[in-house]
C-alpha cells in the first residue's frame, strides 16, 4: 500500500536513520516484577480486580473504595470494608458543585451558558417550555 505522506511522519527531531527507538535502551531488557491480581467487594457486591506487585501481605491494602459506588470494599467477599461516617461517604462531583454554589447561583451560571449558545446560534430564541 503506498502511502501520500512523507516518511518523517511521526519522528522525533534529531532522529537520525537507523537509530533505536526511544523505549529501547542501551542496557537490554528490563525486569518484570511478579505482579498479582487482589479482588475487593464492597457492601453492594461490586467486585473490584486491582494488580499490585507481588509483596507480603501486610503490605497490600487491606480496604479499598469501591470505584463503583465509593463505599469502602475489603479483601474478604464476606465481610464487606467496614461503613464509614456519613461525612466521608463518596462524594460524586455534582456533589462538589452544590456545595459551593447555591441555587441561585446555578439559575445564574444557566441563564449565562443558555443566553451564549443563543447567541452563537446553537439554540432557538425561545424554546418550547419558555413559552
Not at 480486580?49 to 479499598?64: A, G, S
Not at 461503613?83 to 445564574?108: C, N
Amino acid at each position: 500500500m503506498v502511502h501520500g505522506t512523507p516518511g518523517y511522519r511521526g519522528t522525533r527531531v534529531g532522529v537520525a536513520q537507523g537509530s533505536a527507538p526511544r523505549h529501547q535502551s542501551s542496557h537490554g531488557e528490563g525486569e518484570q516484577l511478579p505482579r498479582i491480581r487482589v479482588p475487593y467487594w464492597c457492601a453492594k457486591g461490586h467486585e473490584t480486580r486491582l494488580v499490585f506487585l507481588k509483596l507480603p501481605d501486610e503490605q497490600i491494602p487491606k480496604d479499598w473504595d469501591c470505584p463503583k459506588c465509593g463505599l469502602p470494599a475489603s479483601r474478604d467477599p464476606g465481610q464487606p470494608g467496614s461503613r464509614r461516617p456519613e461525612d466521608e461517604l463518596f462524594k460524586s462531583h455534582l456533589d462538589y458543585v452544590k456545595e459551593r454554589r447555591s441555587s441561585q447561583d446555578a439559575e445564574i451560571v444557566l441563564a449565562g451558558a443558555l443566553e451564549r449558545l443563543r447567541a452563537r446560534g446553537v439554540l432557538p430564541d425561545q424554546l418550547l417550555g419558555d413559552a
